[in-house]
């Protein structure tokens, strides 16, 4: 047995061998994708398994999270902090061995997959950092940025809409240092592939513009692997998909080349069988030859000797350029520059302008000062006011301009920019209509998951957007928003409170914030005389925006365009001489990170009526107004006409909040 293949075996039963002490996994894409990874980590792969996050490493992505062994496996023989226990206790509680990877937990994870399709897309993220970084640092002789980005994607990957999406950006940027290698074994779950892919898939990869290349020994012939590889790092106009012709389960006698070996334990007998039809001891457990242990920390030598050359040349561009390299330590730290804030816009009291308007202001003015904000939208800057004026648009092949075109793709979008945050020293925002985040929620989901500060912008906000009609009017997703732990929603009243939003979403490091914005105009409120509070409140969730002038007997909590009518119904409450409070609550989360005591401020116990008022549905609204209290909301879908009858067709009115309060009251 030769010495890669005794490697190539060692990944392949280490894998097989977790599987079955954790009786549950899938076996069949370790097997079979063991050659292709191997040549790619011990060849290719540029990176450190004694520093994981160096940041000029390649970023390399199982997409196919469901063969998450062959990752742990690989991690384990290169050197990573992932000693040989965790993976006996592969899928089993507390370990580092998840059934499929997942970021900030096992290092050298660079990525959460899983659901398919979106590692792909975060390897198109990855590539686009990598560019825009390049671009932003790099000088003539000084290439302190400047590495690939692989991915191993599955058939599974490839029929997922979110890959076609992810993969057409990524071909129309050109982005040529991104590779996929494809473990193209002809099976899911349910059978043979073409059951359902019947498609002439490289034709389809060739048609978005990248390079196409093909192994069709991807079992045995390790030098056609090399080859492929090395031909696609030297295609830098392209994109390049490796179709790599695999057999799923090799090496089993009874499952290879079947479905039974993609999602479930090969079965005692059968990994021994398999063990014997590798050359390998089928009594061995877990078992690592010393001439491979030897040979796979080859790979990580390699990435160790690329890091201090590196670092060699980092340090001659910390002399030579000081400002640049202060910059990028700053950037990869998520950090923010000095008086960044200050960079923000103020607004006139009685400006009349929607918070998309005002958030476009406030994001430009952040970008002005802080180079490394890239960000794009759906096909629809000048709706949800996020171009990123004069700073050009984002170029695939030298990382120029900073407005990226998604085009009509929000699921793509999304994990795109989660691949972009995954990659760090870029931060960035992605924008389009509140309805449309529906297709972009399994993305919002993983940034949550996994800690990415991502800004989420959603405009066009509720019934308020008029005459578009129920399939654009977003009444049920905020709520659906608040629903994803971890994810900050922030929806505010005016522009000042849009500004306080930004800043909350730039300052949080470690999670993705949800701005809900307005296509109506509103009013910029008056704080100057003490009667408004200052809009610095919202970045505490919610804040008594307008104290009654003597001991209130109710609330009135409201977000978004509904602060109007809040404000304006206390008017009229004062004038039947019953004083309420206005509480302006653009976020349940970050008031549910606010001690109790300022909570109980904001929101009296003693105080039972209270109102919510928000154009959307009320569920959840309870936990704020208690059970005595009431909500105003849109517990059905909106109507094509005019933002104004529409309010009032809703109860969304000064009138009917007023006639809520009395109500309640009177019952007091």
């Known amino acids: 047995m030769s010495l890669e293949l005794l490697c190539i075996n060692t990944i392949r039963t280490l894998s097989i061998d977790s599987i079955q002490k954790a009786n549950s996994g899938h076996p069949g894409l370790p097997l079979g994708a063991a050659p292709m ?22 970023r390399f992505v199982l997409s196919a999270g469901h063969g998450s062994m062959l990752l742990y496996s690989l991690l384990h023989l290169t050197g990573y902090a992932l000693p040989l226990e965790e993976l006996k206790n592969f899928r089993q509680w507390g370990s580092k061995t998840p059934g499929h990877p997942e ?28 560019r825009a970084l390049a671009n932003l640092f790099n000088r003539p002789g000084y290439e302190i940025v400047n590495h690939f980005t692989y991915a191993l994607v599955s058939d599974g990957d490839l029929m997922e809409g979110i890959s076609a999406e ?28 073409d059951l359902t892919f019947t498609e002439n898939t490289a034709k389809r990869y060739e048609s978005y513009g990248w390079q196409v290349l093909t192994v069709e020994k991807g079992d045995t012939d390790l030098d056609a692997l090399d080859r492929a590889i090395h031909e696609a790092r030297q295609d830098t106009q392209r994109p390049s998909l490796i179709i790599v012709k695999t057999t799923i389960g090799f090496g089993s006698p009874n499952k290879q080349g079947k479905s039974s070996s993609h999602g479930s334990p090969l079965g005692a007998d059968e990994v021994k069988l398999t063990k014997k039809a590798l050359g390998w001891d089928p009594e061995a457990q877990f078992l690592i030859p010393d001439e491979a242990k030897k040979s796979f920390k080859t790979g990580g030598e390699r990435g160790a000797k690329a890091q201090t050359e590196w670092k060699k040349l980092f340090d001659a561009y910390t002399k030579e350029f000081p400002e640049l390299a202060q910059q990028w330590m700053l950037c990869q730290s998520t950090g923010l520059p000095e008086g960044w804030e200050s960079a923000v816009p ?53 990382g120029k301009g900073r407005n990226i075109h998604y085009g009509v793709r929000e699921h793509a979008m999304g994990a795109v920019a989660n691949g972009i945050a995954y990659h760090g020293g870029v931060r960035t925002f992605t924008a389009t209509f509140l309805a449309f985040a529906d297709y972009m929620r399994p993305a919002i989901r993983l940034a949550a998951m996994n800690h990415l500060p991502v800004t989420f912008v959603f405009t066009h906000d509720s019934i308020g957007l008029g005459e578009d009609g129920p399939t654009h009017q977003p009444v049920e997703h905020v709520t659906a928003l608040r629903s994803i732990p971890g994810l900050w929603v922030l929806r505010p009243g005016d522009a000042a409170e849009t500004a306080e939003a930004w800043k909350t979403a730039l300052s949080r490091k470690d999670g993705p914030v949800a701005l809900i914005l307005s296509r109506q105009k509103l009013a910029t409120l008056d704080r100057s005389t003490g009667v408004i509070a200052p809009s610095v409140g919202a970045q505490k969730g919610a804040y008594v925006i307008s104290q009654a002038p003597t001991a209130p007997k109710g609330v009135l909590i409201a977000t978004g365009s509904e602060l109007q009518i809040a404000l304006d119904a206390q008017k009229k409450l004062a004038e039947k001489s019953i004083p309420v409070n206005v509480v302006s609550m653009p976020s349940w989360e970050l008031f549910e990170k606010q001690d109790a005591a300022y909570r109980e401020h904001v929101l009296p116990k003693k105080l039972t009526a209270k109102v919510s008022i928000e154009a959307g549905i009320t569920l959840g609204w309870m936990k704020y107004t208690g059970e005595k209290g ?4 849109v517990n059905t879908y909106g ?25 309640l009251l009177t019952t007091v």
């Open 37 to 58: 990874a191997y040549v790619l980590w011990q060849n290719h792969l540029k990176h450190n398994p004694a520093d994981p996050q160096w940041a000029d490493r390649d």
């Open 103 to 130: 970021f900030h937990l096992t290092p050298g994870v660079e990525a959460t997959t899983g659901p398919l399709g979106q590692g792909s897309a975060n390897a198109v993220g990855m590539a686009v950092a990598e």
């Open 166 to 193: 992810a993969a057409s950006i990524a071909g129309h940027l050109k982005l040529g240092k991104l590779i996929y290698l494809y473990d193209s074994n002809d099976v899911t779950l349910d059978g043979p592939a």
């Open 346 to 398: 103020g607004f006139k009291a009685g400006e009349s302008l929607a918070t998309r308007e005002a958030s476009g202001k406030v994001l430009n003015g952040l970008a002005s000062r802080i180079p490394w904000i890239v960000g794009g939208d759906a096909d629809l800057s000048c709706s949800t006011n996020t171009f990123l004026k004069d700073l050009g648009s984002f170029e695939g092949q030298s």
């Open 630 to 633: 009431a909500q105003i909301g």
């Open 639 to 663: 109507a094509s006409a005019p933002a104004p009858v529409l309010y009032e067709k809703y109860g969304l009115t000064v009138e009917n909040a007023c006639k809520t309060m009395l109500g």
